[in-house]
C-alpha cells in the first residue's frame, strides 16, 4: 500500500496496513479530516500537512461514524459499546453522551441546522435526539 502525502510529494506512508485498524473517515470544511479507530479511539488531523493535532478516547470500542456539526465546532460519533457522543473540536472533549441504544451504533449524522442527531443502530431503532444547550 502506498499513501500520498496531501501537501507533498513524497509518501507520507508506505507498507502494509492492519485491516479493520479505521473504521470511517470525515473531512470538514475548515481543513480538519477525521479518523476512527478499532480501539475506540479518534484522531484528528490538519489536512494542509495531515500532522495529528488531536487524539481522543472515550468509547470502549470501535468507533463506527463520526459527523462534525455545520459550523465544525462539534463532531458527533457513534460506536460499537452502544453509545452516541458529541465532542468539542477545539478542546478534544466529550461534551454530552447518549445511552439510549441496546446494540452497536452504526450511524450518526446532524441535522443541518445542528440542533438534532441522529443515529441508527443494530437494535434496529433510529434514534433522535435534541442536542443540549451549549452543545452542539
Given at each position: ?94 461534551l454530552?453522551?447518549?445511552n ?33 444547550p451549549?452543545?452542539?
Open positions: 500500500m502506498r499513501c500520498q502525502r496531501m501537501a507533498a510529494s513524497s509518501p507520507a506512508y508506505e507498507g502494509p496496513i492492519r485491516l479493520h485498524s479505521m473504521e470511517c473517515v470525515r473531512i470538514h470544511r475548515n481543513r480538519v479530516y477525521h479518523t476512527t479507530q478499532d480501539d475506540g479511539h479518534m484522531k484528528l488531523y490538519d489536512v494542509a500537512n495531515s500532522d495529528v493535532v488531536g487524539t481522543l478516547s472515550g468509547h470502549s470500542s470501535w468507533v463506527l461514524s463520526v459527523s462534525f456539526s455545520g459550523d465544525g465546532r462539534s463532531f458527533t460519533s457513534s460506536s460499537s459499546d452502544k453509545s452516541v457522543k458529541i465532542w468539542n473540536v477545539a478542546e478534544r472533549q466529550c454530552h453522551t447518549f439510549d441504544h441496546q446494540d452497536q451504533v452504526w450511524g450518526v449524522k446532524y441535522s443541518p441546522d445542528s440542533s438534532k442527531v441522529i443515529s441508527v443502530s443494530e437494535d434496529r431503532s433510529v434514534n433522535l435526539y435534541d442536542c443540549p451549549n452543545v452542539s
